[in-house]
Structure formats: C-alpha cells, structure tokens
Nanobody, 116 residues
C-alpha cells in the first residue's frame, strides 16, 4: 500500500522542541524528494521544508530557517522534521508529502500546538 504516516506531534510550550517522523511505504523511497507542509487554522497549506532523494539538498521556508531541520534515513524509509525554538505561530497540522509520478501523496497529518 502506497502511504505516508506521520507521527510525533503534540503540545509544547514556546521555545520547546518536537521531532516529527514520516514513515513511507509502497514506493521506492530512496528515489523521491520529500517535503513537510503545514496548515494553520484558517490558512492555506504552506511548504515548510524539502529534502532531495539523497538528502544532499535541503530547502526551508524563511519562517523556519535556523530552527527546523529536515532529514531522512533511506534505510528506514523515513523522513524527519526536527523543530526547535518553537513559536505559537508554528501551531498547525504538519503533513508529509511526495510525488508519485505527477500525483501528490499526502499523509494524514499530525497536530503541533505551541502555547503557554
């Protein structure tokens, strides 16, 4: 079954950290670039971070540069998002994403809430 399953979300105070994980199955993971998106309440879905198939190239949204780190383990078919120095404006549902040929594949999302 072709799918992405996110985990690791939760409630954290400002300044805290979380690590999101995305487990991939049903496709050749090592050939795919992977992305993390997020969607805050009442807003559109935005790209947070992108990592190339080998992990050699990463791209970040300006809003998370220096705080978030995307990584992957092609031996485990997994991609991660380490989030540090979290802010209330990082509150959102975070989604893992890739393209299967030209079709976007999305996970179910994991909620991250940053609040004091």
């Amino acid at each position: 079954q072709v799918q992405l399953v996110e985990s690791g979300g939760g409630f954290v105070q400002p300044g805290g950290s979380l690590r999101l994980s995305c487990a991939a199955s049903g496709f050749i993971f090592s050939r795919n670039a992977m992305r993390w998106y997020r969607q805050a309440p009442g807003k559109g879905r935005e790209l947070v971070a992108d990592i190339s198939s080998t992990g050699s190239t990463t791209i970040y949204a300006d809003s998370v540069k220096g705080r978030f780190t995307i990584s992957r383990d092609n031996t485990k078919n997994a991609v991660y998002l380490q989030m540090n120095s979290l802010k209330p404006e990082d509150t959102a549902v975070y989604y893992c994403n890739t393209l299967i040929l030209i079709t976007p594949l999305w996970g179910q999302g994991t909620q991250v809430t940053v609040s004091s």
